[in-house]
């Protein structure tokens, strides 16, 4: 395999090409090696070489807040030139997560690296969430609807239909959001680029 832009002088081991060459292909990728074998390389190469061939736009990755420095130091150690963009503390409030959402769009970034704590923080839009909310009521009415078939775990039947509620209940408040025409984020993570 080759890989345009990657350190002169790093070779992928075996495994690793194989490893890459099945994200590039699959899509979805268990790396289950043990520490050690070299992931780190192969989710940053897969990541670039899905980029390299259009197939993402973008890679995100999303670490530990811990490793946020050290994974990005990787990327520009395997891709010397690559531009990386990097969330910083100052980018966990509100304000700052709208300011970093705009640097994100507003550059063709090779590689955008954002922790646990700001990534959960990153909301999406009201219409990405509509969508993921109905998806979740369809689950919980057929769950529902099986453990009702049974008769035999009445517990179970309360829990579940105390969850359809709840969730109905947030659809709703979603719902009428966006029929007011208002989205209460500056810019959410799916339209981030």
């Known amino acids: 395999m080759d890989a345009p832009g990657l350190r002169d002088g790093f070779n992928l081991r075996p495994h690793q090409h194989a490893a890459v060459a099945r994200m590039v292909q699959g899509g979805n990728t268990l790396l289950a090696h043990p520490v050690g074998a070299g992931k780190t390389a192969e989710m940053i190469v897969g990541s670039m070489e899905l980029r390299r061939t259009g197939a993402i736009a973008t890679p995100a990755f999303v670490v530990p807040n811990h490793m946020l420095d050290q994974f990005s130091r990787d990327i520009n150690d395997l891709y010397p030139s690559a531009e990386v ?5 100052e980018d966990l409030s509100p304000k700052g997560r709208a300011a970093f959402a705009a640097k994100v769009r507003s550059h063709d970034w090779d590689a955008v690296v954002v922790t646990h704590q700001s990534f959960k923080a990153w909301p999406l839009s009201d219409e ?10 369809e ?17 179970m039947t309360k829990q579940l239909e105390k969850r359809l509620a709840n969730a109905e209940e947030k659809a709703k408040e979603t719902q009428a959001r966006l029929d007011e025409g208002r989205d209460d984020h500056e810019l959410p993570f799916d339209k981030a680029g």
Not at 128 to 137: D, F, H, K, M, P
């Open 85 to 89: 963009l990097a969330v910083t503390k």
């Open 128 to 137: 990405v969430s509509i969508g993921l909310q109905q998806e979740r009521l």
């Open 139 to 155: 689950r919980l009415r057929e769950d529902l609807t099986n453990v009702q078939g049974q008769g035999e775990n009445k517990t």
